[in-house]
């Protein structure tokens, strides 16, 4: 949270820059490791890298369609039918944006009235709070229990009152890692059936599940189609965060009201990159499979660190961050211990506070990226392993 700005409209007031951009600005400064902001150090596969040079020179450097290339609408909706049975429609029912971002808060510009309640759960991807706010809407939150992150049922309905417009639900969940199962999506699937809500799902990390944990879209659930829509990313998916193509999903009617706000954003975005995200939606399950595999033993390998180095870690079941109670190596800051961190031991994190309205609930966490290179994560590992008293 920032300072108060005399400039700042007053519905953002309190949003100071991301917590993301200070602390991989200070990796930077410190040439420590930055496991703070979620991004791979490696690029992703090389045809997917190979189709965008080659649609560059193709000459596809002008805008694309309002909606996205229709090839890349055709294999978003190819890649729904294929992992998950749904069908959409690649000429109303998808629209690509500049990353999840854009239509995360295209949504929230198109679908929430100012006064209007979403309701989020807590943690929450920091983003969510800045796109309602700038709707105008208000964020009700549920809190994610300690120590397995589930939900109370009643906390979900408390939530909702008259003015509640929408649901923005987040699995796999960042920061938390929690996927959620079958009997949690079905509970806030009722609700929002009860209360005749619409569900924004932000699924961005569906491909990074683990162990035998299974993404299940939110669409799939029985009369939950025409009621939500889905957002993922071709950045967590592919490993090219930087290209910033994401695509929101739903009902014709809920994706041309989302395209109205969309095109005062960006408009269009990232024509090249789009046509090269076809060939990637392509890949075969192998790569889809492998992916999840590699970041797994990745998140094996860093927990595995953490646990090592003093920290209390609870291993995610999807996306690639991992969150550390710093008490029992004498800490209970989370911010004083990101901002030091550096200093102390050359590695950058994040504080998990920031994705609490209750900022008691999260001071003793800090989260860690670990979508990074095998050797870079044992190194990170070894540097906090200084910290023990
Ligand atoms: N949603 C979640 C939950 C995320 O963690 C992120 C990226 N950190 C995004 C959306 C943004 O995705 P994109 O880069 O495609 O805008």
């Known amino acids: 949270m920032g300072e108060r700005n005399p400039y700042l409209v007053e519905r953002l007031q309190g949003f100071g820059t991301t917590i993301f951009a200070e602390m991989s600005e200070l990796a930077s400064r410190t040439g420590a490791i930055n496991l703070g902001q979620g991004f791979p150090d490696a690029d992703g596969p090389d045809a997917v890298l190979e189709a965008a040079v080659a649609a560059m020179r193709a000459g596809h450097n002008q805008y694309p369609p309002g909606l996205g290339v229709p090839a890349l609408r055709r294999a978003v909706a190819d890649h729904q039918r294929r992992f998950y049975g749904l069908e959409v429609d690649p000429d109303t029912e998808v629209l690509v944006t500049a990353g999840a971002s854009e239509a995360i808060a295209a949504a929230m510009l198109a679908l929430v009235e100012p006064g209007d309640e979403v309701v989020v759960f807590e943690p929450y991807f920091d983003h969510y709070a800045t796109s309602i706010a700038l709707a105008g809407g208000r964020r009700r939150v549920v809190r994610l229990q300690e120590p397995d992150l589930r939900f109370d049922v009643a906390d979900l309905e408390a939530a909702v009152g008259p003015n509640t417009r929408l649901i923005l639900l987040n699995s796999p969940h960042n920061p938390a890692g929690k996927v959620f199962d079958a009997n949690e999506l079905a509970a806030v699937a009722a609700v929002a059936v009860e209360h005749d809500l619409l569900v924004v799902t932000d699924e961005v990390y569906e491909h990074l599940v683990f162990d035998d944990v299974r993404h299940i879209p939110m669409a799939t659930l029985p009369g939950m189609a025409e009621r939500t829509l889905t957002i993922s990313s071709a950045g967590k998916s592919f490993g090219f965060t930087g290209w910033k193509v994401g695509w929101a999903m739903g009902s014709t009617d809920l994706v041309s009201a989302v395209v109205v706000a969309k095109q005062s954003l960006t408009y269009v975005s990232s024509g090249p990159f789009q046509h090269a995200l076809v060939v990637a939606l392509g890949l075969d399950d192998g790569y889809f499979a492998e992916l999840a595999a590699d970041l797994q033993a990745k998140r094996d390998l860093f927990c595995g660190g953490l646990t ?31 901002l030091s961190l550096p200093e102390r031991c050359g590695v950058v994190g994040v504080p998990s506070t920031v994705f609490y309205d209750d900022e008691a609930a999260g001071r003793h966490l800090v989260r860690f990226a670990f979508c990074k290179h095998p050797d870079v994560l044992s190194e990170a590992a070894d540097r906090l392993a200084t910290l023990a008293p």
């Open 308 to 338: 090592a180095a003093g920290f209390e870690v609870r291993p995610p079941s999807g996306t690639y961050y991992a969150t550390a109670d710093i008490r029992p190596l004498g800490f209970d800051d989370g911010i004083e211990f990101c």
